[in-house]
C-alpha cells in the first residue's frame, strides 16, 4: 500500500473547456486503476495557504488569479499576467480550485519534512507557471512551491523532470540558487512550447540548470540513453538530500501534444533510475494528454517507486476502460535511434559544461 497518496475529489473539479487538453478524468482514473490494484488508499490534504503560494509568486499575482477568477473587472486586464488565454482560460473559482492541487504538493512536502521517504501528489507537476505569470495551464506552480519547502530542512534539492516540456518555470524560479539542480529532458524548444531549455541554459554562478533537449521524433531509445548518460552523473556530483520528481507522461508517442515516440517502459525505466538515488522524494504529476496512457503509466510509477509488484497485464477492467491490454508497449510505429545525433551533440555539450 502506499502510504503517503494525497489526493481528494476537488482535485478534478474543474472545467477548462471541452476542447482543452487537460482533462480532469486522467486523475480520477489513476486513482481508481491504483485503488483496484489494492496499492492505495488517498489522504485527503488541506488546501494550501496564502503562505505556501507566497514561497514562490508574488502577492500582485495571487490577488490577479484571486480577482479574475471571482468575475470582477476587466477580464483583458489579467492578460498580462496570462490569466484568459487559451492555455489558461478564466474559470469562477479559479484560485479556489487551485489550492487544492498545490495543497496536495504542499502535504506530501510535509510529509518528506516530517519523516516519510516518499509521498505522492498526481495532480500536482504544473511547471510553466512563473513568479508573476500563469502559462502553459499552470497557475501557480506547484513544484517550486514544493521545493522551496524542502529547502528549510535540506541543503540540496534536485528536481527532477521528465515531461515532453521543458520544466521553465521551476528552472526561472531557482535559476540563482545554486543549491537547487533543475533537470529537465524534453522536446526541443526549437520545435514545441515554451521555447527554452537548450544545453546553455545552466543557471547562474555554478553551473546548476541541467537541460536534455531532443529533436522532434526521437525514439524512447534514444530518449532513455541521453537520460542515462546524464542523469546519474549529473545527481552524484551534485549529492541531493532530496529530490522533486514531476513525471510528465506526455513524452508517449500517442500523446497528441508532442513529436517524441517513448514506449511506456522506456519512461518508466527513467522513474527506476531517480528512485535508485536513495533519498527522500516527493512526486508529482504532469503532463499527459491521451487518456490510454496517463492512468496506467502513473500507476505504473506510483508501484514502482513503492516496490509493489504488478502486471504486467491491466486488470480486466481497465484493459476496457483504457483500451490498453497491458502497463507497457508492444512496440513503437516508427524504428527505433531516431534522433540519435542529435541527442548525442546535446549529450557531449553537456559532459563538457558539468564535467562529466
Not at 489522504?43 to 494550501?48: D, H, V
Not at 535559476?175 to 539542480?181: F, G, L, S
Not at 501534444?257 to 508529482?284: F, Y
Not at 483504457?322 to 548525442?344: N, T
Request: glycine share 8%; proline share 7%; charged share 20%.
Amino acid at each position: 500500500m502506499i502510504p503517503n497518496f494525497f489526493f481528494r475529489k476537488e482535485m478534478a473539479e474543474y472545467d477548462l473547456g471541452s476542447d482543452h487538453p487537460l482533462r480532469p478524468e486522467r486523475l480520477l482514473q489513476t486513482v481508481e486503476l491504483l485503488r483496484d490494484e489494492n496499492a492505495v488508499e488517498p489522504i485527503i490534504p488541506e488546501p494550501a495557504s496564502r503562505k505556501h503560494l507566497q514561497l514562490v509568486h508574488s502577492d500582485e499575482y495571487i490577488n490577479a488569479v484571486i480577482e479574475a477568477g471571482s468575475s470582477r473587472g476587466d477580464p483583458h486586464r489579467f492578460l498580462k499576467y496570462g490569466l484568459g488565454t487559451g492555455d489558461v482560460p478564466i474559470m469562477p473559482g479559479m484560485h479556489e480550485f487551485c489550492l487544492w492541487y498545490v495543497g496536495g504538493s504542499a502535504a506530501a512536502a510535509q510529509a518528506v519534512l516530517d519523516g516519510e521517504r516518499l509521498a505522492f501528489n498526481i495532480s500536482g507537476g504544473l511547471h510553466h507557471a512563473q513568479r508573476s505569470l500563469a502559462s502553459g495551464f499552470c497557475v501557480y506552480n506547484d513544484p517550486a512551491i514544493v521545493i522551496a519547502m524542502l529547502l528549510q530542512k535540506f541543503e540540496r534539492v534536485a528536481y527532477v523532470d521528465i515531461d515532453l516540456h521543458h520544466g521553465d518555470g521551476v528552472q526561472a524560479l531557482f535559476y540563482h540558487n545554486p543549491n537547487v539542480m533543475t533537470i529537465s529532458i524534453h522536446e526541443s524548444g526549437e520545435t514545441l512550447y515554451p521555447g527554452t531549455g537548450f544545453t546553455d541554459d545552466v543557471g547562474t554562478g555554478q553551473p546548476h540548470c541541467v537541460n536534455i533537449p531532443l529533436e522532434a521524433g526521437t525514439t524512447g531509445d534514444v530518449w532513455l540513453d541521453a537520460f542515462r548518460h546524464v542523469v546519474p552523473s549529473v545527481l552524484k556530483r551534485f549529492d541531493p538530500k532530496a529530490i522533486v520528481l514531476q513525471m510528465g507522461c506526455d513524452p508517449h508517442f500517442t500523446d497528441p501534444l508532442g513529436h517524441l515516440n517513448v514506449t511506456a517502459q522506456e519512461w518508466l525505466e527513467a522513474v527506476r533510475l531517480i528512485k535508485s538515488v536513495d533519498v527522500p522524494m516527493v512526486v508529482c504529476g504532469g503532463g499527459g494528454y491521451d487518456l490510454r496512457n496517463v492512468a496506467r503509466m502513473w500507476a505504473a510509477a506510483c508501484m514502482t517507486l513503492e516496490d509493489i509488484e504488478f502486471g504486467p497485464e491491466l486488470p480486466a477492467k481497465w484493459q476496457r476502460e483504457l483500451r490498453m491490454p497491458s502497463y507497457f508497449d508492444a512496440s513503437l510505429p516508427v524504428p527505433r535511434e531516431r534522433g540519435r545525433a542529435y541527442a548525442e551533440r546535446r549529450i557531449q555539450e553537456l559532459q563538457e559544461r558539468f564535467e562529466i
